[in-house]
């Protein structure tokens, strides 16, 4: 795993511990920061289920302003630790060790996000359906304060299941398949569901 592009290209990301996170592919990450284009540069950025911190870090790397790792387990917050501070991001990174499902309760951003990236359990992106933790967590991102309008939401899921149309104020707005997984880019629209 490593730093695809911008100010830390090339820059390796310790793996994960043990089988509790499953990091995206240099392949994927690739194409998903190809289709986000410019969209990173100057982004107020959350990573939940942040696991190692590689879509923060990219972010970071292509000139995001700042980001937000949410991430509650223990061996993946220390590895997450070891990788921004390798990457000397300690002053745009912010790590809340906290369970991202209950994001919307917590979330006090500085200013509304530009970029979320959300990459649940597999175990949980199999349950879409409305009323499913996914997504009720999904309908409670749409919040006026959480989200910028021109936001954009990238929900990594199991091609399987896929993501419904809308949960919320959130729109499904594009959704590209990778083999096994599948990346689902979701934006607030004016009014809920």
Known sequence: MRIIAGLYRGKRILPPPGRTTRPITDRVKESLFAILADRTCDATVADLFAGTGSL???ALSRHAESCL???NDRPALRILRQNINAMHLEDQARIAPKN???????AHPHKPLDLVFLDPPYLYSRDSEQGSPLAKL???LAQPHLLAEN?????RHESAYPSQDKYGRL???DSRRYGSM???FLAPTGTPN
């Open 56 to 58: 923060g870090l990219e």
């Open 69 to 71: 790792f949410v991430e």
């Open 100 to 106: 991202a499902w209950h994001f919307a309760k917590f």
């Open 138 to 140: 999904l309908a409670d």
């Open 151 to 155: 936001a954009i939401v990238v929900l």
């Open 171 to 173: 729109s499904l707005r």
């Open 182 to 184: 599948s990346l689902s």
